[in-house]
């Protein structure tokens, strides 16, 4: 069974940090973690931030020198550092790869964490 587990969404206050975890159950032969994605009430979800299987990042223009996406392959596991949040950085963050089945690629989402930052 394929399972993205997401974890250290919350509420923080303007300025403050959090760090999200994005887990695969299985290894990266079979799914491949790309990165973040969020969506705030009222929004379309937006790409914030990927990942290359060699480390190589992307960033929305919001988020440049603010989020940190990094990897541990070893893990198969996606992490997404965010510093000095902002109000609008609210939204429920998740966390999108690709899997393997019947020799085709797939997309997959995990199921969300939310992240509600105060002013």
């Known amino acids: 069974q394929v399972q993205l587990v997401e974890s250290g969404g919350g509420l923080v206050q303007a300025g403050g940090s959090l760090t999200l975890t994005c887990a695969a159950s299985?290894?990266?032969?079979?799914?491949?973690?790309v990165g973040w994605y969020r969506q705030a009430p009222g929004h379309q979800r937006e790409q914030v931030a990927t990942?290359?299987?060699?480390?190589?990042?992307t960033y929305t223009d919001a988020v440049k020198g603010r989020f940190t996406i990094s990897r541990n392959n070893a893990k198969n596991t996606v992490y997404l550092q965010m510093d000095s949040l902002k109000p609008e950085d609210s939204a429920v963050y998740s966390c999108?790869?690709?899997?393997?089945?019947?020799?085709?690629?797939?997309?997959?989402w995990g199921q969300g964490t939310q992240v509600t930052v105060s002013s």
């Open positions: 299985r290894s990266a032969d079979s799914i491949k973690i």
């Open positions: 990942i290359t299987n060699d480390g190589t990042p």
């Open positions: 999108n790869a690709h899997f393997l089945s019947g020799g085709k690629w797939h997309p997959y």
